[in-house]
């Protein structure tokens, strides 16, 4: 119930495509949905997060999609560039807790080649 | 501001050491949590704390011991270092979003 299932593990795209990471959770009582972004050699950031009160949610090349009935969300990266090559997470949460008790997900290594 | 501090970068123990990973914050945050990442593991909580005083356990807290005597500081420590506690661990902390530190590489050999 509380796992953050991720996939795929790794992903190479040609530069300018799309990169497509998908999460499924289980926990029904999970209401924040953030995606980190780490480089190597660096803690993991926040790069994009949605509520579960709407199905999309974009930020420049950077879009969440939702699906409550399913209970899946994914990161959609449009015109992908060589600098967006990192580990991508997903995680989840109830968001009425604390907000780092996150359950992530176990990474997606993105590889954008030129 | 420098967010979120963590030392060592770098460690190497031998089994059955004990040491201290230091963690510090200057963005007043009450939340204050110690993850580890382990390749293609995600990553998973050992301990957090809501507030000075007060700790509590994450996923992962065997063979680790916290306190939090400031709203600053949270170290984390190892006792009788094992190969399992190899790994990246990172200090976060939070208000709203979660800010992580850069990470200790600790190796236990």
């Known amino acids: 119930q509380q796992q953050v299932k991720q996939s795929p593990q790794s992903l190479i795209v040609q530069k300018g495509g799309i990169s497509i990471i998908n999460c499924a959770y289980e926990n029904t009582a999970f209401d924040y949905f953030p995606w980190y972004q780490q480089f190597p050699g660096k803690g993991p950031a926040l790069l994009i997060a949605i509520r579960p009160d709407v199905s999309e949610k974009k930020e420049g090349r950077f879009t969440i999609s939702f699906n409550k009935s399913a209970k899946q969300f994914s990161l959609h990266i449009m015109d992908s560039q060589p600098g967006d090559s990192a580990t991508y997470f997903c995680a989840a949460n109830n968001y009425g807790g604390s907000q780092g008790n996150l359950i992530f997900g176990k990474g997606t290594k993105l590889s954008v080649k030129p | 501001n420098a967010g979120v501090t963590q030392t060592p970068k770098f460690r190497i123990l031998k089994i059955g050491q004990s040491m201290t990973l230091q963690c510090t914050q200057d963005?007043?945050?009450?939340?204050m949590y110690w993850y580890r990442q382990d390749p293609g593991m995600g990553l998973k909580l050992i301990y957090y704390?809501?507030?000075?005083?007060?700790?509590d356990k994450g996923e992962v807290p065997n063979g680790y011991n916290v306190s939090r005597s400031t709203t600053e500081d949270f170290p984390l420590r190892l006792e009788l270092a094992a190969p399992s506690q190899t790994s990246v661990y990172f200090c976060?902390?939070?208000?709203?979003?979660?800010?992580f530190g850069e990470g200790s590489r600790l190796t236990v050999l």
């Open positions: 963005m007043n945050h009450n939340y």
């Open positions: 704390s809501v507030g000075a005083g007060i700790t």
């Open positions: 976060a902390s939070s208000y709203r979003e979660l800010f």
